[in-house]
């Protein structure tokens, strides 16, 4: 058994080299297939990231009158913070508020003149919220907009309640973002059927010109394993080459774009495949390898038809 | 220890000769020999043995077991009781000449050290021991063909069979070949050969068996190759 097994494995390796040329055609081939499904992923932890980072930039901002009191302040901070939905509240005080105009206009003469001409601060205090998901924000804007109506006239605490304002363009560019990931999701399937076909005619060419060692094989008696398995372990070894081959080819392209991904979708991707790289690693070298066995499998078996 | 049990083929596409109703049977340690124009139905019978090709009606027995009721799972193990040889020889070419013997056995999942033991010894019965570690497009056609009886061999088989072993060969390898399986025969293993080579046949001097159309037409015990 374990004598057969070893026979097995040194066939498969000396199948590999005395067919250098064929092994290395397949290996080219089935590296360009597993490059496409591999930037496939990439753009889609893109797609995934820049959805995320969209959705934590939504939040409720709460404006209070500038002379609103800090107790009343306090209480709706403190009450909202104590909402189930709510993920965090951050304060910015009347000061913190005045500091940060100032700050954002350095260069603009006119607006800080404006502020020079009011003898006290025209701002107001304002609260952030974050809910812990975006279908979340609904509730926590009904609850401020109930909290608002229970005022008393003539002494009103909130101002403005921004969220409805967002929410319009929130709602797209989720839709958008789905839309898109789902259609990738289409294209990562069918590049994997087409990846799958090539890759099983080449691997099956490799093996049309090994037929007559195959017939001289089990004429002399030799069972189906002991014929199959040498070229199911170079469908293997196929599959496992091209996989390292395509993770060596994606650093130096991501060192590439990297950056360009960091400016604009707020994610390295040079980082995010560094980081990721054992999990990297398992997804390309793994389908690699069950590709180039079901396909040298597949490829053999009407070899094997007695 | 094979017997044919009113055996018919017919191809619809006529791609190989068929069989007519044949019935005979070899005893163990027989030589055989199926003699025979081309298209007689000679390489067809030979394929009934080994499993290669069915039966369209009747059975073929190998001892009391019916050949193409052999499950496909059990087949291997089955052709490795026959040892086979054949006109163009059918060596793997990137394998050296005791590779190609060695490899029977691997299939039949024989040790190392029974491979190192007995590959030599089947190389010097048919004399090439000097020819061990030559690959098959250095060697002539005799020495491939004397290679592949060593193949056929190696695995101590109960029958060889042989179909038309000396077809390409000149008339020396021919002689060196015949030799061989008279000495193989000899020693004890059934020989089954179809040819169609006069010289051959009288040389051997063996029972014949001659077809003609799919038929068996002459069965002598001693026979001469008439036609």
Known sequence: MLTGLRRIVRAGFVGFWRNAYVSLASVFVMTVALFVIGMTMFVDELLTTSLNTIQSKVDINVYFVPDASIDEIDRIRSSVAALPDVEAVTYTSREDALEEYRARNQDNEIALQALEELNENPLG??????AKETSQYERVAQYLDEQKAQEEVGAPVIDVINFNRNKDSIDTLTAIINAVERSSFVVLIVLLIAATLITFNTIRL????SREEIAIMRLVGASNMFIRGPFML????????A???????????????????????????????????????????????????????????????T | MIYFDNVSKHYSDGRASGLEEITFQVDPKEFVSIVGHSGAGKTTLLKMIIAEDKPSSGSVFYESLDIHRIPRSKLPSFRRKIGTVFQDFKLLPHKTAYENVAFAMEANGRTDAEIAEN????????????????????????????????????????????DEPTGNLDPIATYEVVQILRKINDLGTTVIMTTHNKGVIDEIERRVI??????????????????
Do not use: C
Request: proline share 3%.
């Open chain 2, 119 to 162: 590959v030599p010894q089947a190389l010097a019965l048919v004399d090439l021991e000097d020819k061990a570690f030559n690959f098959p497009h250095e060697l002539s056609g005799g020495e491939k063909q004397r290679v592949a009886i060593a193949r056929a061999i190696v695995n101590q088989p109960d029958i060889i069979i042989a």
């Open chain 1, 243 to 305: 996989g390292l081959l395509t993770l060596a080819l994606f650093y130096p392209i991501l060192i590439w774009i990297g950056p360009e991904t960091a400016a604009f979708f707020e994610i390295n991707l040079l980082d995010y495949y560094l980081e990721n790289f054992r999990e990297i690693f398992g997804i390309i070298v793994g389908i690699g390898v069950v590709l180039g066995l079901f396909s040298s499998t597949l490829a053999i078996a009407r070899y094997l038809r």
């Open chain 1, 125 to 130: 205090a304002t609260i952030a919220i974050q």
């Open chain 1, 206 to 209: 490799a093996i049309y010109t």
């Open chain 2, 210 to 227: 001659t077809m003609d159309e799919g038929r068996i037409i002459r069965d002598d015990a001693s026979g001469k190759y008439v036609l």
């Open chain 1, 234 to 241: 170079q469908g293997v070894m196929y599959g496992f080459l």
